[in-house]
T-cell receptor, first 119, second 118 residues
Framework: EAGVTQFPSHSVIEKGQTVTLRCDPI?????LYWYRRVMGKEIKFLLHFVKESKQDESGMPNNRFLAERTGGTYSTLKVQPAELEDSGVYFC?????????????????FGPGTRLTVT | AQKVTQAQTEISVVEKEDVTLDCVYETRDTTYYLFWYKQPPSGELVFLIR??????QNEISGRYSWNFQKSTSSFNFTITASQVVDSAVYFCALSDGDLSGGSYIPTFGRGTSLIVHP
């Protein structure tokens, strides 16, 4: 079974430019999460999709960030326009469907992250 | 509010030494889960363990062991006879509530970078 994949692995852009990060979850996983880690700090939650619907986007920093998950498969996270403080590693994770009643079914599988550098 | 503190930013040991990574958490819930993840140089977070708040039994898995103590709100991780391949960033995390509902949002610590020298 293929794991969670993220593209690109690295991105270096200038302040003011736009960047789109992509996450392909494990096939069949309804839950998809985005997280971000700024250098040396905690990994922080950004948002959670259940299929194509945004379940929780309380962690999104501001309206320069737009996440989509059309068709409930892969997801994109667009930053427009990028600012210096957006630099960090963006992780994606996925897990099985809700309502299975099993703790193990909620386990999140993480991708390798996208390292974004805004200069 | 939840909080996870990993006071050790970086630990450097020589191969075969034992090393303990500390994790202290704060939560007002009586039902919660604690996690440890490993982030090797390849970047992805690898799940190591999940422990619920009602199970204070310590766990051992090979060279890894975890000590959960509710009295001190700690969930420490020990690697016995460390190896170079153990070099990674290790994250402790906490999630309130019952995970059987299908989803959770963990609160992570800042991570501890472990460097094991040959």
């Amino acid at each position: 079974e293929a794991g969670v994949t993220q593209f690109p692995s690295h991105s270096v852009i200038e302040k003011g430019q736009t960047v789109t990060l992509r996450c392909d979850p494990i096939s069949g996983h309804d839950n998809l999460y985005w997280y971000r880690r700024v250098m040396g700090k905690e990994i922080k939650f950004l948002l959670h999709f259940v299929k194509e619907s945004k379940q929780d986007e309380s962690g999104m920093p501001n309206n320069r960030f737009l996440a989509e998950r059309t068709g409930g498969t892969y997801s994109t996270l667009k930053v427009q326009p990028a600012e210096l403080e957006d630099s960090g590693v963006y992780f994606c994770a996925s897990s099985h469907a809700a309502g299975l009643g099993l703790v193990e079914a909620s386990e999140q599988y993480f991708g390798p992250g996208t390292r974004l550098t805004v200069t | 509010a939840q909080k996870v503190t990993q006071a050790q930013t970086e630990i450097s040991v020589v191969e075969k030494e034992d090393v303990t990574l500390d994790c202290v958490y704060e939560t007002r819930d009586t039902t919660y889960y604690l996690f440890w993840y490993k982030q090797p140089p390849s970047g992805e977070l690898v799940f190591l363990i999940r422990r619920n708040s009602f199970d204070e039994q310590n766990e051992i898995s090979g060279r890894y062991s975890w000590n959960f103590q509710k009295s001190t709100s700690s969930f420490n991780f020990t690697i016995t006879a460390s190896q170079v391949v153990d070099s990674a960033v290790y994250f402790c995390a906490l999630s309130d509530g019952d995970l059987s509902g299908g989803s959770y949002i963990p609160t992570f610590g800042r991570g501890t970078s472990l460097i094991v020298h040959p």
